[in-house]
Structures are given as C-alpha cells and as structure tokens.
C-alpha cells in the first residue's frame, strides 16, 4: 500500500484525527499529513501511505489555494470565528478598497505567525502559551502571496462590506488567519477568518478528494487501489531515467551513479533532479545531478 490518498477534511477533525483514523480503516501504521489543516478548516489534506511517506516533506514544501471568508469589524484571540473577541466595531469598507487591501497583500510579505498554532518558541507551542494567557514576541515569516482575488461580497444596507469570500493561492508556512488580519488592520476596521476550505495542495485538488467514509467504502468493497495515487504523481516534475540492467543491484544500495549507468544522458543543467526507475518500470530513487563531480546523489530512495 504505496501511494497518497487525497483526503477531503471534514469540519471537526484534526490533521492528527484523520491520520488516525485511516489507520484503523487501512490497518496500516506507515502513514503520515502533508500539510496541518485547522480542525475547522475542510478540504485538501494529502496522506502519504508506506514508501510515500518519503514524501511528506517534500510535499509540505507546495504551494496551497485556499477559499476563506473574511469577516470584517471583528478580531478574536484566534485569529478566526473559535475564539474570544477581542473588538467589534462597524467596518465601513467598500469594495475598491477591499480589492485594494487584496492587492497590497500580493506578492511577497513578512508574516508574524497566530498565537494559536503549533510553532515551537523555546520548545513549547505557541498554542499551548496561548491557552495560559501568555502572549511571547513571534518573528516574522517570509510568505508569498501569489494571488489574493475577492471571489464573492457580502453587503451590507449602505452598500459596504460585511464579508468577503477571497481565493487565496500561497507560499508553504502561510496562515490564512493572519494574513486576513494582516488585511482587517490595513483596512483600520480589523477582520477575522470566519471559514477556511483549502481547494488545492500541491498536485491534488478538491475534485479528487474522498471524505474518510468513502474511503472506508472503497475498503469494504474491495476498490481501495481507486483511491490511491501513485508515488510518481508527486514527482511529474522530475524527468524520468531508466537504470542499465547491469548497475541494477547498485542502484538498490543507493550508490552515486554516473551517467554511463543510465539508459540515457542525466547530466547538464537540470537541477531538479531525476527520478531513477529499474528495468522493471519501478520508481526507486529520487536523485539529483552535481555537476562538479558529474555523478548523480539520491536525494530519497524509494525502495519496494
């Protein structure tokens, strides 16, 4: 069981819930996220299975697309609709200036990370400080904003916004929460996440996604292998290289190669790496070439 099952998150669960449970529905103990999802928050969570599970770092470093409602005039401790308000005030914003706030947060910015969130600050959660009533000084993050388009408004009598649906498509590491509030300061009015649905990570969409019943479904029914998405799909990116039949037993120990091992050239240019297949059509390292020594190094190894 090798591969990346595309979760649809339901309301309720966390991360660490989902993982959990695909456990008990696949009797499998090698699994593991992608990317934490609040346990309010819906949608995307890619769970790498087996020799996948390689993966998941790799996979956290993909940018993510997220729909997030914006309400403005109100802040909380948590950044989102789950905690204590802090103010409440009428927000008196209008829909050109909001698609201006969206705006001046595209592009590359300097993030200061929730208070409510899993970062460690001298080996504790921020979280955990959180819910003691401590407040510690965070540093900033530097996130990129690669598109931030108003998607749908909510108005109110006068005509100026009461909330707004945004399509966020970001950088790894960014908080939707804090760059909502990031936006309600800019706008003088303050604003809170009231909810996240993350439509995309990496390669996988919410088209794709399956809810854990689905899943547990396509188990009872014998059809799990439907679900579950090869280990190359994550890795399209990396041109695809064959072995020699002779260097074969090299190639399973990891060993450096040079390119007269392979069926084709892997040298020149290409940073990106090269996905290393043996002569039975099986995907078994990940490397990558260094030029100055013109040999190739596994950067993972996926053996069966």
Same mark, same amino acid.
């Given at each position: 069981? %090798? ?23 696949? @009797? ?9 999802? #609040? ?55 209008? @829909? ?25 600050? %001298? ?10 009533? $401590? ?23 006068? $005509? ?5 649906? *945004? ?14 509030? %990031? ?9 809170? &996440? @009231? ?11 919410? #088209? ?23 280990? #190359? ?27 007269? &091992? *392979? ?6 240019? %290409? ?8 002569? $039975? #059509? ?11 020594? $013109?040999?190739?190094?596994?950067? @993972?190894?996926?053996?069966?």
């Amino acid at each position: 069981m %090798d591969g990346i099952i595309n979760i649809y998150k339901e309301a309720g669960y966390t991360s660490f819930d989902v993982v959990a449970k695909l456990r008990g529905i696949l @009797k499998t103990k090698k699994i593991g996220h992608t990317g934490t999802l #609040d346990p309010q928050a819906t949608g995307v969570l890619p769970v790498c299975l087996g020799r996948a599970t390689k993966l998941c770092e790799l996979m956290l470093e993909k940018e993510k697309m997220y729909e997030a409602v914006m309400l403005l005039g109100v802040t909380t401790d948590t950044e989102d609709m789950t905690g204590t308000v802090l103010t409440e005030q009428d927000a008196f914003v209008t @829909k050109e200036e909001l698609l201006n706030a969206a705006r001046h947060f595209t592009g590359p910015y300097h993030q200061v990370p929730p208070m409510y969130s899993a970062l460690k600050v %001298d080996g504790k959660r921020l979280y955990e400080l959180a819910r003691q009533g $401590k407040e510690v000084e965070r540093a900033f993050r530097p996130v990129i904003i690669f598109e931030n388009e108003a998607l749908e408004f909510q108005l109110k009598p006068d $005509k100026t916004v009461a909330e707004v649906t *945004l399509r966020i498509r970001c950088s790894k590491g960014t908080y939707i929460r804090s760059l909502i509030r %990031d936006m309600g300061e800019y706008l003088g009015c303050g604003a809170c &996440m @009231k909810s996240l649905k993350r439509t995309r990570a990496g390669a996988f969409s919410i #088209d794709t996604a399956v809810t854990l019943s689905e899943v547990e479904k396509a188990r009872d029914e014998g059809r799990l292998v439907e679900l579950i998405h090869p280990i #190359d799909k994550m890795l399209e990116k990396y041109k695809k290289i064959t072995i020699l039949p002779e260097w074969e037993k090299y190639l399973y120990n990891g060993n450096k190669l040079t390119t007269d &091992m *392979l069926v084709e050239n892997a040298g020149g240019t %290409d940073r990106e790496g090269f996905r290393i297949y043996d002569t $039975k #059509d099986r995907l078994i390292g990940l490397y990558r070439y260094h030029a100055e020594e $013109k040999i190739l190094k596994a950067d @993972k190894m996926f053996l069966p």
